[in-house]
């Protein structure tokens, strides 16, 4: 109840929540565990890709070398919003990557799409500490003419429209270059510090 006078006191702030879009090598991962690292927080990589072949297997290799041993992982394949319940914890910065591989391990286990993403918004919306999105941008290419693939990129972009629209700040990478959608505070953001060119995407 408020006393009469006596204003009361501004809400705290919610932890930045980070939309990173772009396409495959694009420089967005790197951007993203710049913008961790950034933080100054102890940096919690959520994993969502699953190590099916050698292509895959030399994928991960290539992120985990990149981002060196301060890093804890978490795998979520497909139980993203509890990994990100559990994970971001006061003290915690989360990067997860990516989502467009979630969605397609959701698609492929015959998930509930709906329910997920649901799911997703109500953890993202009780964070305790800062996450930075990254997700493949599938839409601006050709129709595609398989039925699934057609799903794929449709679920993609209502995924996107979601979670920009409650994001603080959304970005999209091309070519290593940075394009902001959505502007954050801005304060800690990496490139507003200098960088050398990232390894890759």
């Not at 800062?130 to 997700?135: D, E, K, N, R, Y």
Request: glycine share 8%; proline share 7%; net charge neutral.
């Amino acid at each position: 109840m408020l006393t009469p006078g006596v204003a009361a006191e501004p809400r705290p702030a919610a932890p930045p929540l980070v939309l990173a879009l772009g396409g495959q090598r694009s420089g967005k991962s790197s951007w993203a565990e710049r913008r961790v690292a950034a933080t100054g927080l102890a940096p919690v990589y959520v994993a969502t890709a699953e190590a099916r072949d050698d292509e895959m297997r030399a994928r991960i290799a290539h992120h985990r070398a990149r981002r060196g041993d301060d890093w804890a992982v978490v795998e979520a394949p497909l139980e993203l919003a509890a990994a990100i319940a559990d994970a971001g914890t006061h003290g915690r910065a989360l990067l997860v990557d990516c989502l467009t591989l979630w969605l397609s391990n959701l698609l492929v286990a015959e998930r509930d799409v709906a329910a997920a993403v649901d799911e997703l918004e109500a953890a993202l919306a009780a964070r305790r500490g800062p996450v930075v999105l990254v997700s493949n941008e599938v839409g601006s290419g050709v129709i595609p003419t398989n039925a699934l693939a057609r799903r794929f990129v449709d679920e993609a972009g209502r995924l996107h429209q979601r979670l920009a629209a409650g994001a603080t700040e959304v970005v999209l990478v091309t070519a290593g270059l940075v394009q902001t959608l959505k502007a954050g505070s801005g304060e800690d953001r990496p490139e507003s510090r200098p960088h050398p060119p990232p390894a890759g995407g």
